[in-house]
């Protein structure tokens, strides 16, 4: 770890206008300061801004401060009752101790967990533009099938931004150039020949909050998230699906996955082949097999493309379950 500059942040205007990387639960960007991997001149604390609140939207929906801490937004009641994909999804990530630090804005700005972007031995385009990519001909089993390029094919590690992409959350930001919304589905950019550049923040922009709304009355939702061990792990493998069905007919449903992609992937060929018809093994199959179809698997991944599709299939069960 490098020396850095330190402040603490009174206010949003005052923490863009500081200058420097933000700061607040840190277990993400600490410990890629310890590795060499991120090397802030300037770390800027946000942990005193008033922005660690769940709040409801005029619209019926919720509306989530970039500090809320990952277990408060998990275990808070309106979450828990009208959003159970994103508890799920909040509580299988990480530890619990690391869950009462990372927060709503810090979660959604997680960086892979490529062995290779995080070892400095290793050349990575993520860390060092144009230098290559390791794990296209390394070993490369947790890597991406979906949305990958032959500059990089490292997964976004997040499980809560899986399922705020099947909630179609809207990310809202400040910064130099004033404030905007951006619709989560936007907000990641795929590597393609910039694997450097993982989302559309400029800088200085500062994450505030984040909105979902409101789901139609009868709509349940499941996250599920395969992995090696139970605890503490990132996943191979996640589906996140929300779905109203009006007696067999699947009448909505939004699937997004995780663990496979090289940013949260929505299944938009899976929706397609579900929306209007039956809810059975069959029809799942079908839209498990769509979402898939694009995969290009690697030579120690291959394994992740049927594990997806199983994944999809059991949170559709789940999801649309009538009883």
């Not at 700005?109 to 990519?133: E, H, I, M, W």
């Not at 395969?226 to 589906?239: I, K």
């Not at 049927?306 to 789940?318: F, G, H, T």
Request: hydrophobic residues 40%; contains cysteine.
């Amino acid at each position: 770890m490098e020396v850095f500059r330190y402040s603490q942040a009174q206010s949003v205007d005052n923490a863009i206008k500081a200058g420097g990387k933000f700061i607040a639960g840190g277990t993400t960007l600490v410990d890629l300061m310890k590795l060499n991997v991120e090397k802030p001149q300037a770390l800027v604390d946000i942990n005193g801004l008033k922005l660690d609140k769940v709040e409801a939207t005029p619209e019926g929906g919720l509306k989530i401060g970039a500090l809320v801490r990952n277990s408060d937004l998990a275990h808070h009641p309106e979450v828990q009752s009208r959003y159970a994909v994103l508890s799920q999804a909040l509580l299988s990530g990480a530890s619990p101790q690391l869950r009462n630090m990372a927060t709503t804005g810090g979660n959604l700005l997680q960086r892979t967990r490529c062995y290779y972007f995080r070892d400095t031995a290793y050349v990575c385009n993520k860390r060092q533009p144009g230098s290559g990519c390791s794990a296209i001909d390394g070993y490369n089993r947790i890597h991406a099938v979906l949305g990958g390029s032959d500059q990089c094919v490292a997964t976004h590690p997040s499980d809560m931004a899986v399922a705020m992409t099947a909630l179609e959350a809207t990310v809202y930001t400040q910064g130099p150039k004033g404030s905007r919304s951006i619709a989560l589905n936007d907000f990641y950019l795929l590597p393609g020949n910039t694997p450097d550049k993982e989302n559309v923040l400029e800088p200085g922009e500062l994450i505030t909050h984040v909105t979902i709304p409101a789901l139609a009355a009868g709509t349940k939702s499941y996250y599920i998230k395969l992995r090696d061990r139970a605890q503490y792990e990132f996943a191979l493998s996640s589906a996140a699906v929300i779905a109203r069905v009006n007696g067999k007919k699947i009448e909505q449903v939004r699937v997004a996955l995780g663990g496979v992609g090289t940013r949260p992937w929505r299944a938009k060929e899976a929706e397609s082949a579900l929306e209007g018809h039956e809810a059975n093994p069959v029809n799942f199959r079908k839209a498990a097999d769509a979402a898939l179809a694009g995969a290009k698997p690697l030579k120690d991944n291959a394994f992740k493309v049927e594990l997806a599709k199983r994944a999809i299939v059991r949170a559709l069960e789940v999801a649309t379950q009538t009883v």
